[in-house]
C-alpha cells in the first residue's frame, strides 16, 4: 500500500488535485454556503455597491463644469437642458454616448463631440449653416444647402438676407434651387423667390409682378440664356407678366393688361393710316 500511493503520490495530475483542487474545492464549498444565506447576500451587495460609489465620487471623477462651444444661444441652451444630471457630478453619471446621440437629434446641429477633460465637460458642436428660407403652409422654415431643417422663424423679415424659396415639395430641390439663384445673380435685387410647380420645376418671381417659368430640365442653362437676351434686348425691362422659357427655341412673353392695350392702340394706328394711303 505504501509503495502504491508512493507511486499515485508521483503522478502529476494526483499531486496537483490534492495541492490546488481539493483546497479550491473546500473553499468553494464554504463560500457557497455562506452565501446562501439571503441576508449574507444583501451585505455583501451593499457593501460592493458603497465601495463602487466611493471610489466613483472620488473628486479626481467630478465633472464640475459644463463648456459649449459653436453653438448658438438656442443651442446652446437646448443642450444645457438636455443634461442629464446637475453639476457637480461624477463623470460615471454621464452617458457620453447618449447624450451626443440626443445632441446631434437637434435639428441646427450638424456634428457634435463631447470629452470630459480636467473636471470640465466640453462640447464642440458644429451648425448647420442657413442657406435658404422656405415657405410653406404651415409657416417659414430656415434650411441648409442640402435642404435639412434648421429651424422655424416667425416671419421672413427676420432673415432677409437669405432667399425665399415656395411650393410643395420645394424642400427636396435645394440644391438647385441654390444654382438657379448663382446663375441668376445679376438680376437677384428684384428676384422675390423661387417657387416650386407641381414638384417639378421652378418658376423665378421677379418684382412687379413678373414671373419667369423655367423648364423642367437645364433650368440653370435657361437662365443664363435669359441674361443673355437681356443683355443683348433690354428683355427684363418689357412690360410682361410671364417670361416662358420652357421651350429653349421659343421663349414666349405674356404682356401685362396695360401693355396689350398700348400694342392694340399702335395696331389700330397702324391699320388706319395703311388704310388712308
Not at 63 to 69: E, F, G, K
Not at 234 to 260: G, K, M, V
Amino acid at each position: 500500500m505504501r509503495y502504491k500511493l508512493g507511486r499515485l503520490w508521483l503522478t502529476p495530475s494526483v499531486r496537483g488535485l490534492l495541492r490546488i483542487g481539493l483546497p479550491l474545492a473546500l473553499i468553494l464549498g464554504l463560500l457557497g454556503l455562506w452565501l446562501g444565506d439571503a441576508g449574507q447576500r444583501a451585505a455583501l451587495a451593499e457593501r460592493f455597491t458603497a465601495l463602487k460609489t466611493d471610489i466613483q465620487n472620488r473628486p479626481e471623477f467630478e465633472v464640475s463644469l459644463l463648456r459649449i462651444d459653436g453653438a448658438s444661444p438656442a443651442v446652446d441652451a437646448a443642450i444645457r437642458a438636455m443634461l442629464p444630471v446637475a453639476l457637480p457630478a461624477s463623470s460615471f453619471a454621464l452617458d457620453l454616448p447618449a447624450l451626443r446621440t440626443l445632441i446631434a437629434r437637434l435639428d441646427a446641429v450638424a456634428s457634435v463631440d463631447l470629452r470630459v477633460q480636467q473636471g470640465i465637460l466640453a462640447v464642440t458642436v458644429v451648425e448647420r449653416v442657413p442657406a435658404v428660407l422656405w415657405r410653406h403652409a404651415t409657416g417659414v422654415e430656415m434650411l441648409d444647402a442640402s435642404g435639412h431643417r434648421i429651424a422655424t422663424i416667425l416671419s421672413r423679415d427676420l432673415r432677409p438676407e437669405l432667399p425665399l424659396i415656395a411650393g410643395d415639395g420645394a424642400q427636396n430641390a435645394v440644391p438647385e434651387a441654390l444654382a438657379i439663384l448663382a446663375a441668376a445673380a445679376p438680376i437677384l435685387p428684384r428676384a422675390r423667390g423661387l417657387v416650386r410647380i407641381g414638384e417639378r420645376r421652378w418658376d423665378l418671381v421677379l418684382d412687379r409682378d413678373q414671373r419667369i417659368l423655367l423648364p423642367e430640365a437645364g433650368a440653370v442653362q435657361a437662365v443664363q440664356r435669359m441674361l443673355a437676351l437681356d443683355r443683348a434686348e433690354d428683355l427684363l425691362a418689357r412690360d410682361f407678366t410671364q417670361l416662358d422659357l420652357r421651350l429653349a427655341a421659343r421663349p414666349t412673353l405674356r404682356l401685362s393688361a396695360d401693355a396689350q392695350d398700348e400694342l392694340k392702340r399702335i395696331n389700330a394706328q397702324v391699320m388706319t393710316s395703311g388704310s388712308n394711303r
